[in-house]
Each structure stands twice: as structure tokens, then as C-alpha cells.
């Protein structure tokens, strides 16, 4: 009897967790402004790596390489999964080679954040801009998560948690129209790319360009 009590108390805290650790924000204009969008452009992520204790083995320079590759693999990602599902929404969305292509040229591509999103708006060519950032922190080790997890009896053995954050701004105005926030843990039975997945459907089921 304890232990099914103990496991109904795990599965409620999880069930809290997860309902807290996801905020949307929407502008009071949202519906107007995006009832005239065409086209968003979806910026390269600002993408960081952290560990709560460096391994032995940790090279800086390695680490801020892996950070630049993820930030195009999550811009890639993020466009794949809404271009999957483009014929749910009512905008289209800007091929990111061609985002990446033309901030290049106008010299912005290492310098998004000295720029206010409704220049970068006007730089592609569309009617909004979502910037994304995405931190990935190695928390533990798998194999102290795997002991956890079989104390416990079933796979909560924390090995890492993601956290994206997800701001629409207007072309017009650059006003923040819309803001999605989500943390997720990583256990020892998951991967990052099934994580980021994960949360890619989170966002495409509250994306505001969705259809009625």
C-alpha cells in the first residue's frame, strides 16, 4: 500500500511540475497583427551547454563550437517540424538557409543580438521574427540516474534539463507579440534529440498561427 501511495505521489508531482514549468504570454494585439502576417523568419537559436560539474575532459573551446552547431541544428529543426505541419498554419515560413544567407550579407548573422527584431525583420524581408534560446544543462551522471531510477522502480533518474524560450516579435512595430517558455528533464532513458522533439510538439500545439 505505501509503495502505490508513493507512486501516486510521484506521478502527481510530476503532473504539477510539468503544468508549471510551461508559460505563454500573448500580446493583446496578437490576433490583430498576426491576421496580416505572410511570412516569419525563424533566426539561428542562441544556443548554450552548461555542466552542473565539469567533466574532467572539458575543453571551452570544443564546448562553444558545440554551441554555434546546435543553434543552426535547433534554427533547422524547429523550421522542419512547423514546415511539417504548414498546412496547419496560416503563415509560411522563410527557408532558414535563406535567413542565414541574407544575414550574412548584411553583416548580422554574429550580431542578432545588437539588433532590434523589427531591423532583422526588415534585413529578411518578412512579417515577424522568432528568436529562440535554448540551455542544456548536464546535471548528473547516467549511471548515479540509473541507480535512482531502479531505487524508485521506474525511469526519473535526472540527467540533464533543456530549457526554450520562444518570442514572436512584429515586423512593423518589433513589439513582442507571443511567448512560449518550457523545461523539461532529461531521465536516463531519453536522448536530446527525443527531448527536443518533445517539445517541438509542445510548441506546435500553441503556436499562434495555428488555424481555426
Not at 157 to 166: C, E, I, N, P, Q
Not at 172 to 191: A, C, H, I, P, T
Request: hydrophobic share 35%; aromatic share 8%.
Amino acid at each position: 500500500m505505501k509503495k502505490i501511495t508513493l507512486f501516486i505521489c510521484l506521478i502527481v508531482t510530476t503532473i504539477i511540475q510539468a503544468q508549471s514549468s510551461k508559460q505563454i504570454f500573448e500580446s493583446p494585439k496578437l490576433k490583430e497583427a498576426i491576421s496580416t502576417h505572410k511570412t516569419v523568419a525563424v533566426l539561428p537559436f542562441k544556443s548554450t551547454i552548461s555542466y552542473k560539474r565539469l567533466p574532467k575532459n572539458f575543453n571551452p573551446e570544443t564546448n562553444a563550437e558545440e554551441e554555434k552547431k546546435s543553434a543552426l541544428s535547433l534554427q533547422s529543426g524547429l523550421y522542419t517540424y512547423l514546415l511539417r505541419k504548414s498546412s496547419d498554419y496560416s503563415v509560411s515560413v522563410q527557408d532558414p538557409e535563406r535567413t542565414n544567407i541574407l544575414l550574412k550579407q548584411n553583416g548580422s548573422f554574429d550580431k542578432l543580438d545588437e539588433l532590434t527584431p523589427d531591423a532583422l525583420a526588415k534585413i529578411l524581408g518578412v512579417d515577424a521574427v522568432i528568436k529562440c534560446s535554448y540551455a542544456y544543462q548536464k546535471t548528473g551522471s547516467e549511471g548515479g540516474a540509473i541507480v535512482k531510477s531502479l531505487l524508485i522502480g521506474f525511469g526519473t533518474g535526472k540527467v540533464a534539463t533543456s530549457d526554450l524560450t520562444m518570442n514572436l516579435y512584429n515586423a512593423k512595430d518589433g513589439d513582442l507579440l507571443w511567448r512560449f517558455y518550457k523545461q523539461m528533464d532529461e531521465d536516463v532513458m531519453s536522448n536530446p534529440q527525443a527531448m527536443m522533439e518533445h517539445m517541438m510538439r509542445k510548441v506546435g500545439r500553441n503556436f499562434p498561427y495555428e488555424k481555426s
